[in-house]
């Protein structure tokens, strides 16, 4: 399949894996409507796209709130006619062992982790349905794969949302395809709302030594959404080499 002149939404698109796909699927001719809560970043990704040729929008987008992500999509249909995937890609993980009782940060991640992903695709199903095409593409983790202390809670809304997509691939039909894309270590902020200073200090020290890039994450988001209409790539695992 060309994605050349596609349209796909990112989430989470200001930095680390949102930023990067954005980037790299508009280096292949998608057109790329990029959401994220600072909207000064969005605004200088888009910028970057269009001084390479690209063509991007963007939107202010908090996805705990559902009007944000149907607004996004409605922006998306607005400026380019369709769209063709949906990139759930935003997400926090501000982690800590389940005594620390940082209820708080178990409600954030439940919002953003879970109900951001649904609002999203909540949003998006019905121009799909209505194309008669696409292509949903979660962010999940790792973290719900192998499961380590202090990883809880965000690892279970991980797999929250890994069961879900399960559940949607299978509800879809021949119209719709369903990826999760799970990263390992990546260079991002990742641990920039991890509160907990030894949590914290661990997971940068582990992401010194061995973290990718997020452009690998990209990659594999664009490697699923080039495949023939009729081929789904269901789940893709991505992570570093020396990741135990």
């Given at each position: 399949m060309r994605i050349e002149n596609t349209v796909a939404i990112i989430t989470g698109a200001g930095r680390g894996i949102g930023r990067a796909t954005a980037v790299h699927l508009a280096s292949r001719g998608v057109k790329v409507v990029l959401g994220a809560r600072r909207e000064a970043e969005i605004a200088a990704v888009a910028s970057e796209i269009?001084?390479?040729?690209g063509q991007a929008a963007y939107k202010a987008t908090d996805v705990?709130?559902?009007?944000?992500l149907q607004a996004l999509v409605d922006l998306a249909c607005a400026r380019f006619g369709r769209l063709d995937v949906l990139v759930n890609n935003a997400g926090i993980g501000p982690i800590s062992r389940f005594d620390a009782l940082r209820v708080e940060d178990w409600d954030a991640m439940i919002d953003v982790n879970i109900k951001g992903v649904l609002y999203g695709i909540a949003a998006a199903l019905p121009v799909f349905h209505r194309q008669k095409s696409g292509h949903i593409v979660n962010v999940l983790s790792t973290a719900g794969l192998k499961i380590l202390p202090t990883m809880g809670v965000y690892a279970a809304t991980k797999n929250a949302i890994?069961?879900?997509?399960?559940?949607?691939?299978?509800?879809?039909?021949a119209h719709l395809r369903v990826t999760e894309v799970s990263p390992g270590f990546v260079d991002t902020d990742f641990a920039d709302t991890i509160r907990?200073?030894?949590?914290r200090t661990g997971i940068e020290k582990r992401k010194r030594e061995f973290a990718i890039g997020p452009d690998a994450i990209a990659r594999a988001i664009a490697f699923a959404i080039e495949q023939p209409a009729d081929v789904e790539i269901g789940s893709i695992v991505v992570r570093p080499t020396a990741q135990d």
């Open positions: 269009e001084a390479s040729g705990t709130e559902r009007a944000n890994r069961t879900a997509t399960e559940a949607l691939r299978q509800e879809a039909g907990d200073l030894d949590v």
